[in-house]
């Protein structure tokens, strides 16, 4: 396995006049270990980034998903997982599962930092405006 290999940016859509979302599948297993600043998962940071990028990424948290969703400090440059999504959103994703039985993550290098985390994807989509019962969330956890 060659491990130096970046994950596949699979998409990256436009989200807003200063946002995108990169979904990312594959790689040799860059991943965050720990939260970032900004990032979307912490609850404090809910209305940080524009609705339409929860609509957008909603495709990572359904089950069997080979959409990842990206560490938005990474960017598409140099893409990573997002530690929010692999403490909160990731168990069912099946990019990640695959990235575990190969080797290529270690959730248990994961770690929370103190800040409160949304308990799940759906949670934190609709603290930043994304309605209940819109379509995106149908099947999302």
Do not use: I
């Not at 940071?45 to 957008?56: D, I, K, L, V």
């Not at 999504?85 to 770690?111: I, K, P, T, W, Y």
């Amino acid at each position: 396995m060659n491990r130096s290999k970046p994950p596949k940016v699979l998409e990256v859509r436009p989200a807003g006049e200063d946002h995108q979302v990169v979904s990312l599948s594959g790689g040799a297993g860059r991943y965050r270990r720990s939260p970032c600043p900004g990032c979307p998962w912490v609850v404090a940071n809910a209305g940080t980034f524009p609705t339409e990028a929860f609509r957008h990424s909603a495709r990572t948290a359904v089950d069997m998903s080979q959409h990842v969703f990206a560490c938005h400090e990474s960017g598409a440059a140099r893409p990573a997982s997002c530690a929010g999504f692999l403490l909160r959103g990731a168990e069912h994703n099946l990019s990640v599962r695959l990235a575990q039985l190969q080797d290529r993550l270690d959730l248990s290098d994961v770690r929370e930092d103190g800040r409160a985390l949304f308990d799940s994807y759906r949670d934190m989509a609709v603290a930043n405006g994304v309605g209940e019962d819109e379509e995106c969330l149908r099947q999302c956890r």
